[in-house]
């Protein structure tokens, strides 16, 4: 059952939602907090309790059946069973069961529903969370900065999060606090938590390297995320650059990211869903590779449902382009070599938009699962490659 907690709403960037409430029973008395859950998961109908006295093989037992447990055991052993379950949960989802797929989108459709059934069974192991984001177990870390970090700040309502989502959300506090050295900016870039980080050099590199326009005073960065790509065009020049997104997580870290480079004075951040108004020389636009359906925040920047953003993109440049300009598309074939979308289907768009290819360049991932032999997807990222296409107005 859910309904709001209190009254009481959770600042995440600048939106406000409200907690839904979870119920359980424990030691003969009906308990209630609110739920967190960053994939949309909605509360558990019911709920274990679990220790350090529970093995991993008995759990993985319980978390199989479908039964979601709470941890009120030491936070240190929870960290170390929630590894061995996942080496259970490698073993029993990366195996491959079953006729081999026969065409490269169904063995993509396969490891999506695969990869989605495994987070399900570790995703039922909840540990508690303070009104204050403390974790009220023995040994617990401090995870309150991380915490607000993700959330906002604490509402003073008590919760439970699956421990998965809350050790994901330590790590990438740790990584916005280290930052990922990114030669292109000369700098850093600090990733917020659900937002994608540019672990990916290859598109970098692209956009660092692609001419851009003589005369080029205004560009647009559709999508900015972390605003890695404004970054890139302010380093090398161009004068004014607006960057748009309207997930309020990356328009926060993209603002952060800017600020931190000195690069405020070139870089305006706009909440926009796409174009922002007016027309510029050069609108780069890096969307999501993959017509699917993201799961979790961070897969939006992967995902892209039907393509939208991808068509949206295309259908709205020319009107956005000055006279002589040029959008740049970031994108993977990955998905033509997934069976997913054609070349073909691409380059109609392209034309049905009323726009021309005016040049085209290409690299090669050097992502570590271009070379797993293991991984089911191997082939075609194996094949992959990344490209900047040179649009202009037909």
Same mark, same amino acid.
């Given at each position: 059952m859910t309904k709001e907690v209190g009254g009481s709403a959770l600042q995440c960037g600048m939106e406000s939602i409200q907690l839904p409430e979870i119920h359980w029973l424990e030691g003969g008395h009906e308990h209630r907090a609110g739920w967190r859950s960053e994939a949309g998961v909605a509360p558990h109908g019911e709920i274990g309790i679990v220790?350090?006295? &529970?093995?991993?093989?008995?759990?993985?037992? +319980?978390?199989?059946?479908?039964?979601?447990? !709470?941890?009120?055991?030491?936070?240190?052993?929870?960290?170390?069973?929630? +590894?061995?379950?996942?080496?259970? =949960?490698?073993?029993?989802?990366?195996a491959q069961r079953g006729k081999a797929p026969k065409t490269p989108a169904e063995a993509f459709a396969r490891h999506r529903e695969t990869q989605g059934k495994r987070a399900a069974l570790l995703n039922r192991l909840l540990v508690p969370l303070a009104g204050d984001y403390s974790v009220p177990l023995r040994r617990a870390q401090d995870v309150g900065e991380a915490c607000r970090a993700a959330y906002g700040e604490a509402s003073g309502e008590p919760s439970l999060v699956a421990l998965r989502e809350l050790l994901a959300v330590i790590s990438a506090h740790e990584w916005r606090k280290k930052g990922i050295p990114?030669?292109?900016? +000369?700098?850093?870039?600090?990733?917020?938590?659900?937002?994608?980080?540019?672990?990916?050099?290859?598109?970098?590199?692209?956009?660092?390297?692609?001419?851009?326009?003589?005369?080029?005073?205004?560009?647009?960065?559709?999508?900015?995320?972390?605003?890695?790509? =404004?970054?890139?065009?302010?380093?090398?020049?161009?004068?004014?650059?607006?960057?748009?997104?309207?997930?309020?997580?990356? !328009? %926060?870290?993209?603002?952060?990211?800017?600020?931190?480079?000195?690069?405020?004075? +070139?870089?305006?951040?706009?909440?926009?869903?796409?174009?922002?108004?007016?027309? %510029?020389?050069?609108?780069?636009?890096?969307?999501?590779?993959?017509?699917?359906?993201?799961? &979790?925040?961070?897969?939006?920047?992967?995902?892209?449902?039907?393509?939208?953003?991808?068509?949206?993109?295309?259908?709205?440049?020319?009107?956005? !382009?000055?006279?002589?300009?040029?959008?740049?598309?970031?994108?993977?074939?990955?998905?033509?070599?997934?069976?997913?979308?054609s070349r073909e289907q691409l380059l109609a768009w392209i034309a049905e938009a009323g726009l021309k290819v005016i040049d085209r360049f290409d690299t090669r991932p050097k992502h570590p699962k271009a070379n797993d032999a293991g991984d089911p997807l191997h082939a075609a990222r194996s094949a992959e490659v990344t490209s900047l296409w040179r649009l202009g107005k037909t």
């Amino acid at each position: 059952m859910t309904k709001e907690v209190g009254g009481s709403a959770l600042q995440c960037g600048m939106e406000s939602i409200q907690l839904p409430e979870i119920h359980w029973l424990e030691g003969g008395h009906e308990h209630r907090a609110g739920w967190r859950s960053e994939a949309g998961v909605a509360p558990h109908g019911e709920i274990g309790i679990v220790d350090d006295r &529970s093995s991993a093989d008995d759990t993985y037992r +319980q978390l199989e059946s479908g039964t979601a447990l !709470l941890w009120r055991g030491d936070w240190v052993n929870a960290r170390h069973l929630m +590894q061995a379950l996942t080496k259970r =949960a490698d073993r029993r989802f990366g195996a491959q069961r079953g006729k081999a797929p026969k065409t490269p989108a169904e063995a993509f459709a396969r490891h999506r529903e695969t990869q989605g059934k495994r987070a399900a069974l570790l995703n039922r192991l909840l540990v508690p969370l303070a009104g204050d984001y403390s974790v009220p177990l023995r040994r617990a870390q401090d995870v309150g900065e991380a915490c607000r970090a993700a959330y906002g700040e604490a509402s003073g309502e008590p919760s439970l999060v699956a421990l998965r989502e809350l050790l994901a959300v330590i790590s990438a506090h740790e990584w916005r606090k280290k930052g990922i050295p990114v030669p292109a900016v +000369q700098g850093r870039i600090y990733p917020h938590y659900g937002v994608f980080s540019p672990v990916r050099g290859e598109y970098v590199d692209l956009v660092a390297t692609a001419p851009i326009p003589a005369g080029c005073a205004l560009a647009f960065d559709i999508g900015t995320g972390s605003g890695i790509i =404004a970054g890139v065009l302010a380093r090398r020049g161009v004068p004014q650059i607006v960057a748009t997104d309207q997930d309020a997580r990356a !328009l %926060a870290c993209a603002t952060e990211n800017i600020e931190r480079l000195g690069l405020s004075a +070139q870089v305006r951040i706009v909440k926009a869903d796409l174009f922002p108004d007016g027309k %510029a020389s050069l609108v780069v636009c890096n969307p999501p590779w993959l017509p699917a359906r993201p799961t &979790s925040p961070v897969e939006y920047a992967v995902y892209d449902p039907e393509s939208r953003m991808l068509r949206g993109f295309l259908h709205g440049l020319a009107a956005h !382009l000055a006279d002589n300009g040029e959008g740049w598309l970031i994108i993977s074939d990955i998905a033509e070599l997934l069976g997913l979308r054609s070349r073909e289907q691409l380059l109609a768009w392209i034309a049905e938009a009323g726009l021309k290819v005016i040049d085209r360049f290409d690299t090669r991932p050097k992502h570590p699962k271009a070379n797993d032999a293991g991984d089911p997807l191997h082939a075609a990222r194996s094949a992959e490659v990344t490209s900047l296409w040179r649009l202009g107005k037909t």
